[in-house]
C-alpha cells in the first residue's frame, strides 16, 4: 500500500505559515526549557535522597519541592502551545499517529493528575513525612518518565506513514514505535538533557541565596551540568547515526543550512563546557540557550527530511483570516506579561518570608 494514501488532506490556514513556525519554534523553546528544569529537578532530588537516605537533612531536596508544583504548572501550560501549532502545520499526520496509541496518548492527562498530586505532596508533606518523600518524588519522576516516552514515540511515529499500516494489524490504539532505531536515542537525548539542565537551574537558584553553603551547591549543580552533557555528546552521537543515512548525511555536508546549524550547535556545547567546567553560571546560562535553539532547529529540520516526499507546510493552502493571529498576539503579550508579574510577586513574598 502506498503511505501517501494514508495521509489525511490538510486543512486550510488563515495565514502564511511562516507565523505558525516561527511561533511552533518559539513557544517549544520555552516549553522545552522548563520541561527540562521540572523533570532534571526531580530526577537530582530522587538521586540526592537515594543517597543520603530518604529522611537525612538535604537542603537541596527541600528547596527543589518547594518549587517543584510551579514547575510543572508551567510545563504544562508552556506546552500546550507548542502541540496546538504542531496540530496547524502537521495535523494530518499528529493525529494519525495519535490515534494509533490512543490508549497511551489519552492516558496521559491521568497520570499528569496524578504526577502533579505527587509533586504537591512532596512539597506539603515534606517535613512532616520524612520516611516517605523518596516515594513521592520518586513517583513524580517515575510517571513524568513515561509521559515523555509517550511523547517520543508519537513525535517519531508521525513521522512514518509507512509504518501506518500497521493499524490494520492493531486496531486497539496501543501500537508503540518500538521498532524505530531512533526511538531511544531520541527519548535519552531529552532525558539526560534535562538533568543537566535541572544542575544548572540548582545553580542558578542557589546563586540567590543568603547561606554558607551556597557556594557549595553552585559548584554541585554545576558538576550535574558539566558532566550530564558530557553524557549528552555520546548519547547525541548515538541519535545522529541512528537516522537514515539520507537524513545523516544532510548534517554531514549534504546540505550547507543543516550543516551550518548541526557545527553551531556542538560549537555551544563546546562552549558551554569550558563555561560550566569553570563554575561560571551566567556564561553557561546564556550558552544553553544558544545552544538549545540550535538544537530545536536541528530537530526540525529532521522532521522536514523525514515528511519531505510527503509534505512541507509551505504547500498549505491559506484562507486568509487574520483576526485570530492578532488576539493571539495581543493574549500572548499579555500572559507572558502576567506570569512575570505574579512570579515577581512570588519571589518578594519568598524573601520576605
Known amino acids: 500500500m502506498d503511505p501517501s494514501g494514508l495521509i489525511p488532506v490538510a486543512d486550510t490556514i488563515p495565514t502564511h505559515w511562516g507565523w505558525f513556525y516561527f511561533f511552533l519554534l518559539l513557544t517549544f523553546i520555552l516549553h522545552l526549557l522548563l520541561m527540562n528544569v521540572m523533570l532534571g529537578s526531580g530526577i537530582i532530588s530522587l538521586v540526592k535522597h537515594i543517597r543520603k537516605g530518604g529522611s537525612a537533612s538535604c537542603p537541596v531536596c527541600k528547596d527543589i519541592s518547594l518549587k517543584l508544583p510551579y514547575k510543572i504548572a508551567f510545563t504544562i501550560n508552556f506546552g500546550v502551545a507548542p502541540l496546538l501549532f504542531l496540530q496547524v502545520l502537521y495535523g494530518q499526520f499528529i493525529y494519525v499517529s ?109 546563586k540567590f541565596k543568603q547561606s554558607p553553603k551556597a557556594a557549595e551547591y553552585i559548584e554541585e549543580g554545576m558538576k550535574w551540568f558539566s558532566y550530564a552533557t558530557l553524557a549528552q555528546i555520546v548519547i547525541g552521537i548515538w541519535f545522529l547515526i541512528s537516522l537514515p543515512q539520507d537524513i545523516m548525511l544532510l548534517f554531514m555536508g549534504g546540505k550547507a543550512l543543516n550543516t551550518a546549524i548541526f557545527l553551531l550547535g556542538l560549537s555551544g556545547v563546546a562552549m558551554i563546557l569550558v563555561f560550566s567546567f569553570k563554575k561560571m553560571v551566567w556564561a553557561t546560562t546564556a550558552g544553553l540557550v544558544m545552544t538549545i535553539i540550535f538544537m530545536v532547529l536541528m530537530r526540525d529540520m529532521v522532521r522536514s527530511a523525514y515528511l519531505g516526499g510527503y509534505y512541507h507546510p509551505s504547500e498549505r493552502v491559506v484562507v486568509p483570516e487574520y483576526a485570530p493571529l492578532f488576539i493571539f498576539l495581543v493574549v500572548f503579550v499579555i500572559g507572558i506579561g502576567a506570569v512575570f508579574y505574579m512570579l515577581k510577586l512570588a519571589f518578594e513574598a519568598g524573601k520576605e518570608a
Not at 498530586?117 to 513524568?144: C, E, H, T
Not at 486496531?171 to 535541572?198: C, E, Q
Open 98 to 206: 495519535s490515534i494509533m496509541m490512543a490508549v497511551y496518548w489519552l492516558s496521559v492527562v491521568g497520570i499528569l493528575v496524578i504526577m502533579y498530586y505527587s509533586a504537591y505532596i512532596y512539597d506539603f508533606k515534606y517535613d512532616q513525612w520524612p520516611n516517605l518523600r523518596i516515594y513521592f518524588v520518586g513517583l513524580m519522576v517515575a510517571l513524568a518518565l513515561i509521559i515523555a516516552f509517550f511523547f517520543s514515540n508519537n513525535m517519531t511515529l508521525m513521522l512514518s506513514p509507512e509504518k501506518w499500516t500497521g493499524f490494520f494489524d492493531n486496531r486497539s490504539g496501543t501500537m508503540l514505535n518500538l521498532s524505530d532505531p531512533t526511538l531511544i536515542p531520541r527519548y535519552l537525548h531529552f532525558v539526560v538533557a534535562s538533568i543537566a539542565v535541572g544542575g544548572l537551574f540548582m545553580a542558578i537558584t542557589w
